[in-house]
């Protein structure tokens, strides 16, 4: 008995030995350095900013590695949905904002000029086009008979974390856009895009929370690994889900009401300062 539980532990704590995702995130690593050493800036602040985007890259790439091979994918994918919801929380928001955080503008500037680039990229980067595609992925992939099929499936598992993430990337690109040939939204934009982005998320979240019935099979016949019901489980998701989402779009709205202020103490400070004299009538 003692034996048959450690060795149910060791399953459920092991990571990812597979080489396919070191191989890919290895690769894109690679190419991010071999860019750096080919247009290495010579000005200091410019240097310090190059920093600053591979740290953030490499930070993106580490918590990417982390959430698809660590002990979090097991989890969720054979026990706790509320595992899995945090691993599609880590794939939704860290791993989007750093990666774009991280993105040389310089060399993405250059392949977005490309032919065939340029109008695809402008359309898929659309903040309605954005925000609608990452909504439509994230819901698809929570209708019950897609998520079954990639838990049984680890080819569709793969697709749905490869899709999602993407989703991700292009709901963030309005805001954290870092070229200018497709630039973010103006802050106070951002502020209405945000809200939408958040309203969005309701319905999945709420129709989780409040479901009487637990709608994915895995889990109701799944080993307990904690005192949880497979309902409160489910629950537990959707409020993970919703609380990761009202603490970034706070903390994002925040930022976009900061920049949104600090434009326009800019902009009324460069009109023209009405005198006293100004005001008095002549006589």
Do not use: K
Not at 27 to 46: D, E, G, K, S
Not at 93 to 111: E, I, N, R
Not at 159 to 175: D, K, Q, R, T
């Amino acid at each position: 008995m003692a034996t048959a539980i450690a060795a149910s532990t060791a399953h459920v704590l092991a990571w990812n030995t597979t080489l396919e995702l070191p191989a890919i995130l290895l690769t894109l690593f690679l190419l991010y350095a071999v860019n750096i050493v080919r247009h290495r800036p010579r000005q200091v602040r410019a240097l310090r900013a190059a920093r600053r985007r591979f740290i953030g890259f490499c930070l993106g790439l580490t918590t990417l590695y982390v959430a698809l091979a660590s002990p979090i994918d097991a989890i969720g994918e054979h026990y706790l949905f509320c595992v899995h919801m945090v691993q599609h929380v880590i794939l939704v928001y860290p791993v989007p904002l750093l990666l774009l955080q991280g993105l040389p503008p310089a060399w993405l500037s250059a392949w977005v000029s490309l032919p065939g680039i340029d109008p695809l990229a402008r359309c898929l980067t659309h903040p309605a086009v954005a925000a609608l595609t990452f909504n439509v992925i994230f819901t698809a992939w929570h209708i019950p008979g897609l998520y079954e099929w990639a838990l049984r499936d680890p080819l569709v598992h793969q697709l749905e974390h490869a899709m999602i993430l993407v989703g991700a990337l292009l709901m963030w690109w309005p805001i954290l856009s870092p070229i200018t040939s497709l630039p973010r939204l103006a802050p106070g934009v951002q502020v209405l895009y945000v809200l939408g982005l958040a309203i969005g998320h309701i319905p999945v979240v709420a129709y989780l929370t409040f479901s009487r019935e637990v709608m994915y099979p895995t889990y109701e016949m799944a080993q307990r690994l904690v005192a949880l019901s497979p309902h409160e489980d489910q629950q537990l998701g959707a409020i993970i889900m919703q609380l990761a989402s009202m603490l970034t779009f706070v903390v994002v709205l925040a930022m976009a009401f900061w920049h949104w202020y600090r434009e326009e103490s800019a902009h009324m400070g460069n009109l023209p300062q009405t005198t006293e004299s100004s005001h008095t009538p002549a006589y």
